[in-house]
């Protein structure tokens, strides 16, 4: 099966990639929020570190959700990769 892919439901677009993602045969993990805000890397840092198999392929996340309005801080997202 595909790789899995951490994703985060930041409003309407994130959710279209999500599901873009499944029909290309991805496994996407699907971090819940509110849509009041953009992407947390506190909970993104948190998962990849429980991926202790390295599952995680790729971390997914919308700059500029414009169904909602709000900004993720990229930033703040790749440190939490690292």
Known sequence: ???TVLMVET????TLW???ALRLGLVPEFLPTDWRGGADA???EARL???????IK???V???ETSTGVTSRIDEVRKAID
């Open 49 to 55: 570190k429980q991926d202790k198999d390295h599952k």
């Open 1 to 3: 099966s595909g790789d």
């Open 62 to 64: 919308v700059h500029n």
């Open 42 to 44: 506190g909970p993104i």
């Open 11 to 14: 409003g309407h677009f994130a």
């Open 18 to 20: 999500k599901n873009m």
């Open 58 to 60: 790729a971390v997914c």
